[in-house]
């Protein structure tokens, strides 16, 4: 069982930038991790995720303003969210996944909000 604990959001003005973590409680070297949002009254959407080998992948409405990293010496994985805009105020969860041996685990952290003023 792995636990996910995000922190980092908050209210930012338009335009400027926010670092969201997530440290996990055991080791996650072998964990492909992602960041995903859910902004009120709408379903819960990819942001941008990071495999165990390090490769990204990001939704294009972030594309070229938000980075995902991880730390596996930290056992924390990152989400600098760069050029913010109304629209990315959301709810924002981490994701840590594996398959082992056929079956997929799939953990989810409580959320941390970010609201990004006009």
């Known amino acids: 069982q792995v636990q996910l604990v995000e922190s980092g959001g908050g209210l930012v003005q338009a335009g400027g930038s926010l670092r969201l973590s997530c440290a996990a409680s055991?080791?996650?070297?072998?964990?492909?991790m992602g960041w995903y949002r859910q902004a009120l009254g709408k379903q819960r959407e990819l942001v941008a995720t990071?495999?165990?080998?390090?490769?990204?992948n990001y939704a294009n409405s972030v594309k070229g303003r938000f980075t995902i990293s991880r730390d596996n010496t930290k056992n924390t994985g990152y989400l600098q969210m760069d050029s913010l805009k109304p629209e990315d105020t959301a709810v924002y969860y981490c994701?840590?996944?594996?398959?082992?041996?056929?079956?997929?685990?799939?953990?989810w952290g409580q959320g941390t909000q970010v609201t990004v003023s006009a």
């Open positions: 994701n840590a996944n594996r398959v082992t041996f056929g079956r997929t685990a799939t953990y």
């Open positions: 990071i495999t165990s080998g390090g490769a990204t």
């Open positions: 055991g080791n996650i070297f072998t964990f492909n």
